[in-house]
């Protein structure tokens, strides 16, 4: 399979022949400097890593030394910087212009982990597709995602870049993402390259410390970390970015195992792998390499092709002359980025992305905003609602509290891109246009959860006048994001004293929890009456919200990702295996256990083993009902699916949200299983009284892992089948069979 997903494949024969001809021709005609300056990727504007001094970056473009940047910070640059190149440089090499496109351009939509909260795969398609127009219109080429990291640690920041912890969840979103920023054509005037990262593992970094050590099993690697990989590639993304963290000890740039025999090998990458920043000076670093030079050798050895930003590339001609790498090595890394260029049509017109006109006109339209605004409500996750005290009444007199009921800058999250501030409508902005009782905003706090004079004092006051409470709480959004790791999953400062202190006036409290990760809240949940994750929703994060707490939209969100109850239980997370002594179902637990309860099980004295939330859980303001299911055939060979019948039906005189859940377990394989995985999911919106039947296939496939025997295989057996509205809400279950 090695080569077979090329960057060209999806281009038309007589382009693509013209490319082949013309990166053949380059490549007889380059010296070996000018080669490695099309590995090199410079840094043109801001620093997204550690300080790394570039140099003088006009010179070396205009030299031909350098083949790509990052971060040029304006449609004005990158004319200049591509007018340098194509002008000056030696052969006029166009450059590819690459930039952190996460969650928007301009237009901000939720962070990636609320993104996954929507449980929707077209809607996240949607907002890349919008994110792509606008970056591309702005001379943008390339972008540095999706992040298809897996992860069951909120301790560490990047989670809010991620799709959470489950492969298939995080393989559906991998696809959208692909499909979305790179469309059909790359060389579109409204699509990116996409670049999948970071491979490999790098969501599993020891105590959620981000760049630290990461040590997971080959079984691990293939079930957990991989999978989103191979949907990226088998959905053609051109591009790969190595991660930071070790493999075996072994700096994932710089693994020949990784990059040559998995990625290439296994999952069929044909397209360009990028370092992260630094990446490849860092393997020396790591002690895995003995200097600047040997980390070259290793990284190109290991199959990687582009630096970025270390400069480690200098010795690359030497190693070549020396006779210590193979000029051939560094031929096939240059023609993947030659290729790239090719594909994105920079052969034909190196400026074809820098239109002044459109960079204005393509962004932050009306289409865009009302998808932002759809995917904001589409995030939110309703945790809690006793008493349906949500949807709040426009006649209730409302205590808005809180420091994130108008925080701009705060509901872009991290990886901004050009998201604006002054873009953003904040809940307090869509309220006061809405609302037709009394609305009182006090601020309380910082978004810290620093005191300011006064503050509790005016919150309990406006609170003592109120109906309602709605409080606003959460983390800073800088908290989150890379190099924005936590001990503790609290909330800062004085927000859950404020909160408490709220609890105890007369009205209700309703709280709005923005965040970057599951925050451990337990005292949070128990105080307030009503509990949305609004995760940071973005530029639409005010009238999105407002649209799930006013009930016109019921609350779209489902947990992509388990809530712990504290820091103490991570890693928890729903697709576990069972262990040789998993806690009785049937017995009583309690904490601490009494004395004639079982302790020699795998639990904690102090907490359960359940989450405060599980994977997949998120209310309703409507009554759906599971009434019915049927599953057929009862036994599948490879090759076959098992189709899954399910009708929900919409109990309420109000709209309804079902996010229909399908999960099977292995019973018995030839190494254990996980006591549930998600296989499938639809959601579906209910009008009043609807009741419908939702279909959903489980893939013999689907039921593939890494087996005793060291292949990706499904083995036959019984599998047991369950559907229902999160991982610990199973309304139906059976089995089927999977035959030989
Ligand atoms: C980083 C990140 C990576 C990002 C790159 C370029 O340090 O780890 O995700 O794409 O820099 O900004």
Redesign the pocket.
Known sequence: MNGSSRILDNVDRERRDAVEERVEELLADMTLEQKAGQLTQFSAGFL??TDIESGNVEDAVAAGLVGSL??VESLADAREFQELAVEESPHGIPLVL?L?VIHGYRTTFPAPIGEAATWDPDLVERSSAIAATEAAANGVHWT?AP?VDVTRDPRWGRVM?TSGEDPTLASAFARARVRGFQGDDLAGEETLAA?A??YVGYGASEGGRDYNTVNVSETNLREQHLPPFAAAVDEGVATV?NA?NVHERIPASGSEYLVDEVLKGDLGFGGLLVS??NSFGEIAVHGAADGEREAAKAAITAGSHVD?VSGVYDHLPDLVREGEVDEATVDEAVRRVLELKGALGLFEDPYRYFDEERAESAVLTDGARETARESARESAVLLENDEGLLPLSPDDDVALVGPYADEPAHMLSSWTAEGRPDDVTTLRAAMADRHEGDLTHVRACDPDGTPVDGGREAALDAAADADVVLVTVGEPRRWGG?AASRAHLDLPGEQGDLVAALAEADAPVACALFSSRPLAVPDLADSVAALLEAWFPGTEAGPGVADVLYGDSDPGGRLPVSVPRTEGQVPVYYNHLNTGRPVPEEEEHHYPPTEDETVFCSRYLDVPNEPLYPFGYGRSYADVEYVDWAFGPETVADGESVTVEVTVENGSDRPATEVVQVYTRDRVGSRARPVKELAAFEKVHLGPGERRAVTAEVDAEDLAFWTADEEWAAEPGTFDLMVGRSSADIAFSGAFELVE
């Open positions: 997204t890593g990052l971060n690459a952190d540095f992040d870049e670049c990262k970071h970015m930071f992260d920043w970025m890379e």
